[in-house]
């Protein structure tokens, strides 16, 4: 028979083995709980991370491509940080033109983002340079009205190379800068081209003088505003003409876009606006525009007073706007 001793042995050995077990339970429901809401509390600070990132790659285009918006957005959470891509497009009639897909990676632990990027461009002594969305469509050049320009780019010149029947979008420099109130009596001037997009006349004094430097030291073809610092309101929301409530409303959100861009040249703009009071309708001025028609449409505007300056970016098939040329 066994002693008591040793009963008394099993019943313990068997109460440290049940103590054990509730110990590594409790440690591992203490670990689960603990996982459980550190992972929630990532996610959500993750979730406003992301929603911030967005709101700068949102402002960043909305502000540097004229008609330009983001077409799709796609956001992975890791710890206290993430990565997201985002495919950057116009509209063509009423048809997405996507123009080039972004990286982009935030938080307080973002992680390494190596991309690869096939846009670019060139610039060939005496001719003017050319650059390129990823996907192949060229940038536009504007050239600002009160600034003398030594040479102007005139892609009207050779719209006879394009084939017909194409979508063609092209930027128009005016001979000087028109008050927003005109646009309609423009607009009219500018047919049967389709006008979707007005340029504003905001620029910082720094910003003018770093142009008319170019314009005096660096070659002739060498010079103008590219289409990422202009600033410029769609219009999608007025036919016949902007009135006072669609431009004020216009912008405000310019406005409000430039102080949530992370670039410093947009805060530089937004900080002179705020300064010196925002731009009533009666004295906002049009630099430019940006028109849509066909090949037969823009060559109705060769030789028009109004066009200082043109510039072609895309060029589409009407049904299929995928298409690149």
């Given at each position: 028979m066994k002693s008591m001793s040793d009963i008394d042995d099993k019943k313990l050995k068997q109460s440290i083995r049940k103590a054990k077990v509730k110990s590594i339970l409790k440690i591992i429901g203490v670990v689960l709980i603990i996982f459980i809401i550190v992972s929630l509390l990532n996610i959500l600070i993750g979730l406003n991370l992301s929603k911030k990132q967005y709101e700068k790659n949102d402002a960043y285009v909305k502000l540097s491509i004229p008609n330009g918006y983001i077409s799709e957005s796609n956001t992975i959470i890791g710890f206290l940080g993430g990565t997201g891509t985002y495919k950057i497009a116009k509209n063509m009639n009423g048809k997405p033109v996507i123009l080039e897909d972004k990286?982009?990676?935030?938080?307080?632990?973002?992680?390494?983002?190596?991309?690869?990027?096939n846009g670019g461009g060139y610039h060939i002594a005496s001719q003017w340079p050319v650059s390129f969305w990823e996907n192949g469509y060229k940038k536009m050049l504007f050239f600002h009205p009160e600034l003398q320009y030594k040479e102007y780019k005139n892609d009207l010149a050779d719209i006879e190379k394009i084939p017909d029947g194409k979508l063609i979008e092209m930027a128009i420099s005016f001979d000087k800068p028109y008050k927003v109130t005109d646009l309609s009596i423009i607009q009219k001037k500018l047919e049967p081209a389709n006008v979707t997009w007005m340029w504003l006349n905001e620029f910082t004094d720094k910003k003018m003088q770093e142009y008319q430097y170019e314009i005096d030291n660096y070659d002739s073809k060498a010079n103008g505003v590219s289409e990422s610092e202009t600033i410029g309101l769609p219009l999608t929301m007025a036919h016949n003409g902007f009135t006072y409530n669609p431009y004020t409303q216009g912008y405000d959100e310019i406005v409000d876009t430039l102080n949530k861009s992370s670039l410093p040249e947009h805060k530089a703009l937004y900080d002179k606006i705020i300064s010196n009071g925002k731009t009533k309708?009666?004295?906002?001025?049009?630099?430019?525009?940006?028109?849509?028609?066909?090949?037969?449409?823009?060559?109705?505007?060769?030789?028009?007073?109004?066009?200082?300056?043109?510039?072609?970016?895309?060029?589409?098939?009407?049904?299929?706007?995928?298409?690149?040329?």
């Open positions: 990286n982009s990676s935030f938080g307080i632990l973002p992680p390494i983002n190596y991309s690869v990027l309708i009666e004295d906002a001025e049009i630099l430019g525009v940006i028109v849509h028609g066909t090949k037969s449409e823009l060559k109705q505007l060769i030789d028009n007073p109004l066009i200082k300056a043109s510039s072609i970016e895309v060029i589409v098939d009407p049904l299929y706007i995928g298409e690149k040329r």
